[in-house]
């Protein structure tokens, strides 16, 4: 069990569906981040939140789009995606937006585009 | 961020100690050294990280080199719940809140 949780574990989505996916944690940390994982590949990061401002879009197609409503929650919006688009998406959260504080992370939902 | 380098793969002996190298020899005076793990179908787990100090932890041990070109992650039991993909990353403070995976190393963890 992680104290990060996402929601939903598994989605399957059209191309031309909208969907979100939610992650919650309530370690009052202050840092939130989503990373897209290939198969058999390491988690690439996509994008930061510090003290719910946007603070990192690792270069991201618009068709994701972050949002982070309050300090612990913190939404993946999915429109118009591309099979290549399935993979494993994960959340995780610091304490503070700085280097010496650890990354925890969820367990994924795990994202397939048809 | 300086980059890593870590075996593709190793294998350990359950019960023993599992000892896991990586190289991060353009490591900055002020880079942290973290250790994440994955096991298969779940997120990455937070192990340990260190600066200049070995540190250790209910998890693992870090052991960083006097001159901070390589580190060695110690798992003193290996158990087979151990057996996962382990990650040695360089942070640096002004890359800001990066985390940046690289390969790692598959351990798996052999009766």
């Known amino acids: 069990d992680t104290e990060v949780t996402q929601t939903p574990k598994h989605l399957v989505m059209g191309m031309t569906n909208k969907k979100s996916l939610k992650c919650e944690q309530h370690m009052g940390h202050r840092a939130m981040y989503w990373y897209k994982q290939k198969a058999k590949k390491p988690p690439e990061l996509m994008f930061v939140?510090?003290?719910?401002?946007?603070?990192i879009n690792e270069s991201v197609p618009s068709r994701f789009s972050p949002e982070c409503p309050n300090s612990s929650l913190l939404n993946l919006h999915l429109h118009a995606l591309q099979p290549e688009d399935s993979a494993l998406y994960l959340c995780?959260?610091?304490?503070?937006?700085?280097?010496?504080?650890?990354?925890?992370f969820g367990n994924g939902t795990r994202l397939t585009v048809t | 961020d300086a980059k890593t380098t870590q075996p593709t793969s190793m294998d350990c002996a359950e019960g023993r100690a599992a000892n896991l190298p990586c190289n991060h020899s353009?490591?900055?005076?002020?880079?942290?050294v973290y250790w994440y793990r994955q096991i298969h179908s779940q997120g990455p787990q937070y192990i340990i990280h260190?600066?200049?100090n070995n540190e250790t932890n209910e998890m693992a041990s870090l052991i960083i080199t006097e001159d901070r070109k390589s580190s060695t992650l110690i798992l003193p039991h290996a158990t087979l719940r151990d057996t996962a993909v382990y990650y040695c990353?360089?942070?640096?403070?002004?890359?800001?809140?990066?985390?940046?995976f690289g390969g790692g190393t598959r351990v798996l963890v052999k009766p």
């Open positions: 353009t490591i900055s005076g002020n880079e942290y």
């Open positions: 260190g600066l200049k």
């Open positions: 990353i360089v942070r640096a403070p002004r890359t800001g809140n990066k985390l940046t």
């Open positions: 995780a959260s610091s304490q503070y937006d700085n280097y010496n504080s650890p990354l925890h």
């Open positions: 939140y510090s003290y719910e401002k946007l603070s």
